[in-house]
């Protein structure tokens, strides 16, 4: 389905925006996105230019709730990929539309999706894009776009400052996981599958367990060479610690997905898993540390209704007529 945002066909009814003017390019293109969909005849309602990305969850909250009167169909949203993982609990099975304008160091979900990375044609995409519906995965009872995961990521969180990011730009990433790495303690992990369409999984000296439900993450890599983020399925993945010259194997496909098929790698395709770990470690949700093992993972299907641009073929299936 086409939405015309703040057409006539819809009764009236307009898109807020909301921008987290901390993320990256926040701060200076938040009047230029403006100035833009207003051209572009998006209708907009009530806006907003957070400095305190803290304040978003209510802010959407507000937007969404009762006392808006359902004005707005669609909320667009400027920031990264943490932005829209903290707020993505208020989206999730909501009539409201989102659209995206990709503010973040990352923006896994945006690339995932085919939304353009400059300002301007994200525009375009919310204007005259089409609008599908896509999975999210959930932890515990809290959604998520991308990927949760343990062990080595939590490390480049830790790593990644917001200096390191201002400062660095795309190299954040690489530069953070080497500091990680550096400092990383193995662990092990006990995974199972409720469903029982694998068997109990039990690895030691851990790298790094990944729960995916997007296709991308940290800044580009695939979470495996099949996911998508319209694909019914979590991809789970569990990372042994290599001998030195299969660790620079791995590292070299992360980017394509394919470090799936080293020798160090299992990998499982489900829509249930429970993740203990020892000792018990903290969780990466969309780069935020926002829970600890043990956790249970499930699949949310077409969770999430987002514009997108027409050629866009990450998700398959349109919001029907």
Request: proline content about 4%; hydrophobic content about 40%; charged content about 25%.
């Amino acid at each position: 389905m086409v939405l015309e945002v703040g057409s006539s066909e819809n009764g009236g009814r307009r898109a807020a925006l909301i921008v987290n003017t901390r993320s990256r390019s926040g701060e200076r293109t938040f009047f230029e996105a403006l100035d833009r969909l207003q051209d572009l005849g998006v209708s907009l309602g009530a806006t907003y230019a957070l400095r305190d990305p803290a304040r978003l969850p209510e802010t959407v909250r507000e937007v969404l709730g009762e006392d808006s009167g359902g004005r707005y169909d669609t909320l667009i949203l400027g920031g990264g990929d943490g932005s829209i993982s903290s707020v993505v609990d208020f989206l999730a099975h909501h009539e409201t539309v989102l659209g995206l304008l990709p503010l973040g160091t990352a923006n896994d979900f945006a690339r995932t999706l085919g939304i353009p990375s400059d300002v301007l044609a994200a525009c375009e995409a919310i204007a005259h894009g089409k609008v599908v519906d896509v999975d999210l995965g959930l932890i515990g009872d809290n959604y998520y776009v991308n990927l949760a995961s343990v062990g080595l990521s939590v490390g480049v969180t830790q790593a990644l400052t917001p200096r390191l990011k201002r400062t660095a730009g795309a190299l954040a990433y690489p530069l953070a996981a080497v500091k990680a790495f550096l400092r990383h303690e193995p662990f092990s992990a006990r995974l199972t599958f409720p469903d029982g369409d694998h068997g109990t999984v039990e690895k030691e000296r851990l790298l790094q367990v990944g729960i995916g439900n997007g296709r991308y993450y940290g800044g580009g890599m695939v979470v495996a060479p099949d996911s998508g983020i319209d694909d019914r399925s979590l991809d789970v993945y569990t990372i042994e610690i290599p001998r030195h010259r299969d660790l620079i194997g791995t590292a070299r496909y992360l980017k394509s997905g394919d470090f799936i098929r080293s020798e160090a790698v299992n990998h499982y395709r489900t829509s249930r898993v429970v993740l203990e770990t020892e000792p018990e470690l903290a969780v990466n949700v969309d780069g935020e540390l926002v829970a600890r093992t043990p956790q249970s993972f499930s699949l949310a299907p077409n969770a999430l209704k987002v514009l997108v641009p027409q050629d866009s073929s990450a998700a398959s299936r349109d919001v029907a007529e």
